[in-house]
């Protein structure tokens, strides 16, 4: 069978590394899913996710020209989950009570502009 970027397959778990887990498409054509590509979100070890002989849907991402190597994923097969608040990136605000705005500069700025115009003249 020939795959193309884009095919949806299933495909058999046949062995796995740190990196990734190899996938079997058919009796003669293998792929690799990357583990940034197991699933929405960080994987610390692929091995709670896949184990040998699980059978899996996976999307063709890439294929090699020069090696005919296959890239897979299941990530993009996927709904987009909801980021849970344990994983959401924090932002702090500084002066995050004071209302200042842009008074500082605005205060500031004729003091600026009469030192560069004398900069100029200067120079």
């Excluded at 020939?2 to 792929?31: E, M, N, R, S, W």
């Excluded at 929405?40 to 996976?58: M, N, T």
Aim: glycine share 8%; charged share 25%.
């Amino acid at each position: 069978m020939t795959y193309k970027i884009g095919d949806v397959v299933t495909g058999c778990v046949t062995g796995i590394q740190p990196y990734g887990a190899f996938i079997a498409l058919d009796d003669k054509v293998q792929g690799l899913i990357h583990i940034s590509e197991c699933q929405h979100g960080y994987v610390k070890d692929i091995k709670s996710l896949l184990k040998v002989g699980d059978k899996v849907q996976v999307q063709v991402l890439d294929i090699d020209e020069f090696t005919q190597k296959i890239s897979l994923s299941m990530r993009t097969l996927e709904k987009h989950a909801e980021v849970s608040s344990k994983f959401r990136r924090k932002h702090y605000w500084t002066s995050r009570d004071d209302k200042i705005g842009f008074t500082p500069i605005a205060a500031n700025l004729s003091g600026w502009i009469t030192d560069a115009l004398k900069n100029l003249v200067i120079k």
